[in-house]
């Protein structure tokens, strides 16, 4: 079993919509967790953290679900922008999803 | 600026011969980081080292070498023994205990003919 899970995609979505995507992880005791957005052969940049709590930065919602071990990313009114391919990383550098791919539609 | 630089960008080899990676950062960080991505794949971690002199394997060492002689350089060896080397290739550096961002170099694309 991978120790990070995600959806590959892809996600076609137009714009102004709203898009979520989940990760799932494997090892209960991770402490810490990232969305990174990959464009197209260029290096992942860091999106935001993941707090237990929740956080939120503006159109991007990330959330933490210890029970059910699993991360979200919420992107509302998304923009052409947008379109990458949304990382998910675990347990602080070590463990990558194979990443999400979103494309925005005009 | 600070920041990460990885050369070559672009590199092709021959089967058979070995190939070092260039990976500098000026972030005075001590943890640096090499890992592969192939087409549709995530990141998969290569080798750690989290300060000088000392470094780990990661998942798919196998193949590979590096050397960590000063804080801000961290090469990556791609020897003949690695089967599939063709991908690309990412260094990363953090600062170990704080926010745990990674900060990635522009990658390195190698081409085995």
């Known amino acids: 079993r991978k120790e990070v899970e995600q959806d590959p995609g892809p996600f076609n979505v137009p714009e102004g919509a709203t898009v979520a995507f989940n990760c799932t992880y494997s090892?209960?005791?991770?402490?810490?967790f990232f969305w990174y957005r990959q464009d197209c052969r260029k290096e992942p940049k860091l999106l935001m953290s993941v707090y237990s709590s929740g956080n939120e930065d503006g159109r991007f919602t990330a959330q933490l679900n210890r029970a059910s071990q699993y991360i979200s990313l919420l992107i509302r009114d998304s923009k052409l922008s947008d379109s990458a391919t949304y990382l998910c990383?675990?347990?602080?550098?070590?463990?990558f999803g194979t990443g999400t791919s979103l494309t925005v539609i005009p | 600026d600070g920041g990460i630089t990885q050369s070559p960008k672009y590199l092709f080899r021959k089967e058979g011969q070995n190939v070092t990676l260039s990976c500098e950062q000026n972030?005075?960080?001590?943890?640096m980081y090499w890992y592969r991505q192939d087409p549709g794949q995530g990141l998969r971690l290569i080798y750690y080292s989290q300060i000088v002199n000392d470094f780990q394997k990661g998942d798919i060492a196998e193949g590979y070498s590096v050397s960590r002689e000063k804080k801000e350089s961290f090469p990556l060896t791609v020897t003949s023994a690695q089967k599939n080397p063709t991908a690309f290739y990412l260094c990363a550096s953090s600062n170990e205990g704080v926010t745990g961002e990674l900060f990635f170099g522009e990658g390195s694309r190698l081409t085995v003919l």
């Open positions: 972030l005075n960080h001590d943890a």
């Open positions: 090892n209960s005791a991770s402490q810490s």
């Open positions: 990383v675990v347990d602080n550098q070590f463990y």
